[in-house]
């Protein structure tokens, strides 16, 4: 396991006997052990500066209190820009739209896409007693519509029927036009990933978020991908009007990082974390348990 970021700040800075500010020396001692935590933990190296800017702008000069070490100071103030970079308070997802509000799920194959459908449509059926129904739009894998079926008789909650031979726009449209007839309050739109970002696929996904204008455009991605969610991130934030992100598996043994980039890269907030492989296991995000991770 790596030692954590508050018993290697410890050992450099809890060296200093005497009180009072904490210099730039200090600092810059303190910050190369952030830096290396933050790598550790899988942030993106663009991200890790500016954070690490802003970790300096706070410390150098700060007074250390009687009754912390400055190493605990340091971890504290490493802990507050953590949270307010990851965001500070839990976003809902908003359905606060004239019904029927589409929900697009968008992301790379594998990240947890339908699985992340079906735990949200249920979440909203069950604990906003919404009126949901679910469409698949991946027309490329051909099991995708019929897995979605399944798991939305699992859940009680409908799925558009299948027809064969639409591409995933006729699917959209008619998903809205479904919803709008039968009087559904939210239609999830579960959309085709592949295995990485390509022009095929972001050209796709502006064409249904086009189609269906939806209300929530939302990015799921898995919390083990570190680094690369910066570049998945940054690839829909600019194609698409990415609204939130959903973040997967952050039962693994991830440590966060990627939490943290695609937060500071698209500025998007993480609407909801995926805890486990049933369907309950959705959560609110809760950025200082994602702190606490980074910090080890
Ligand atoms: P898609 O290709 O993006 O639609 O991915 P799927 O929804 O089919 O999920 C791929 C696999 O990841 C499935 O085995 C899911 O059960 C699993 N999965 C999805 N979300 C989570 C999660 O939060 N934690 C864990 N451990 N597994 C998940």
């Known amino acids: ?53 802003k970790v300096r702008e706070r410390a150098v000069g700060a007074e250390v209190v009687k009754s912390v070490t400055p190493g605990q100071m340091v971890v504290k103030i490493v802990h507050d820009v953590l949270v307010e970079t990851l965001g500070s308070d839990a976003e809902a997802i908003d359905l606060n739209a004239p019904p029927p509000v589409a929900i697009m799920m968008v992301g790379l194959q594998g990240s947890g896409k339908t699985t992340t459908t079906a735990k949200i449509a249920k ?12 469409a698949s739009l991946d027309t490329r894998r051909p099991a995708a519509q019929e897995q979605l079926r399944v798991l939305g008789e699992q859940i009680s909650v409908d799925t558009l029927p299948i027809v064969a031979g639409q591409t995933p726009v006729q699917i959209a449209h008619r998903a809205m036009q479904a919803a ?8 999830m739109l579960d959309t085709a990933g592949r295995q990485f970002v390509d022009e095929a696929l972001m050209a796709e996904m502006a064409e ?52 943290l980039s695609m937060r500071a890269v698209t500025g998007k907030p993480i609407k909801l974390v995926g805890t486990g492989e049933k369907l309950d296991q959705l959560e609110e995000f809760h950025p200082g348990r994602i702190a606490g991770r980074i910090l080890g």
Do not use: W
Request: zero cysteines; glycine letters at 8%; charged letters at 30%.
């Open 180 to 187: 709008r007839l039968g009087g559904y309050d939210v239609v």
């Open 1 to 53: 396991m790596f030692e954590s970021l508050q018993e290697r700040l410890s050992g450099i800075l809890d060296a200093l006997t005497r009180r009072g500010a904490l210099s730039d020396a200090d600092v810059q001692a303190a910050l190369r052990e952030v830096r290396r935590a933050l790598l550790e933990a899988d942030v993106a190296l663009e991200v890790v500066r500016g954070f690490t800017d």
């Open 123 to 134: 979440r909203l059926a069950e604990r906003s007693k919404r009126k949901v129904l679910m």
């Open 208 to 259: 249904i978020e086009a189609a269906a204008r939806p209300h929530e455009v939302l990015l799921v991605a898995d919390a083990l991908t570190g680094q690369d969610a910066v570049n998945l991130a940054r690839a829909f934030d600019e194609r698409l009007s990415l609204t939130g992100i959903v973040l997967t598996r952050l039962d693994g043994d991830g440590r966060g990082g990627a939490a």
